[in-house]
Structures are given as structure tokens and as C-alpha cells.
Nanobody, 115 residues
Framework: QVRLTESGGGLVQAGESLRLSCRTS????????MRWYRQAPGKQREMVAQ???????SYPEHVKGRFTISRDYARNTVYLQMNALQPEDTSVYYC?????????WGQGTQVTVVS
């Protein structure tokens, strides 16, 4: 059974950092592209980072330079390092595995940034 389990969310002050983790199981982690999304209340879910199976990262402009995605092949885990957090980064963050027959999602982890 494929499972994605996020952790690492919390409440932080503006300017602080958090590192999210997404532990995977039931997949061939080495050949899978992985993504992080976020969704704020009343807003659409948006992608904030992607990492290919080869480890190549990509980001949308509004988080580039602040967010860093990485993966540990030994631990089958994907990370999202978030620096210089701002109140507008407050969201539920989701780990995602894209698939042709339906993406796999984690349960999400709440990140709250207060000024």
C-alpha cells in the first residue's frame, strides 16, 4: 500500500524556518518525481516544489530562494526546508506523488506563521 506521511509543521514567527518531512512507503522511491503543495483557507492548492527522480529541483517564483526541496534515497523521504517564512506562507502543506492513474497525497501538515 502506497503511503505518504508528512511531519514537521508547526507555529513559527515570521522570519523563522521549518523543515517538513514526507516519509514514503509502498513505492519505488528511486524512480518517482515528488512534489510539495500547499493550500491556504479559501484558496486553491498550489505546488511549491518538485524534485525529479534524479534529484533535480524546481520551484515557482514566489518561493524560489526561500524553499529547498531534497530527498534521501536511503530513508525514502522527501524534505522541504522553508526559510524566511512569512504569514502568507500559512497553509496546510501536502506531499504528493504524481501518477497517471491518480496522484497520491499525504494527510497534510499545518504550517502557521505569525508576525
Amino acid at each position: 500500500q502506497v503511503r505518504l506521511t508528512e511531519s514537521g509543521g508547526g507555529l513559527v514567527q515570521a522570519g523563522e524556518s521549518l523543515r517538513l518531512s514526507c516519509r514514503t512507503s509502498g513505492i519505488n522511491f528511486r524512480i518517482i518525481t515528488m512534489r510539495w503543495y500547499r493550500q491556504a483557507p479559501g484558496k486553491q492548492r498550489e505546488m511549491v516544489a518538485q524534485i525529479t527522480s534524479a534529484g533535480t529541483p524546481s520551484y515557482p517564483e514566489h518561493v524560489k530562494g526561500r524553499f529547498t526541496i531534497s530527498r534521501d534515497y536511503a530513508r525514502n523521504t522527501v524534505y522541504l526546508q522553508m526559510n524566511a517564512l512569512q504569514p502568507e506562507d500559512t497553509s496546510v502543506y501536502y506531499c504528493n506523488m504524481p501518477r497517471d492513474n491518480g496522484d497520491i497525497w499525504g494527510q497534510g501538515t499545518q504550517v502557521t506563521v505569525v508576525s
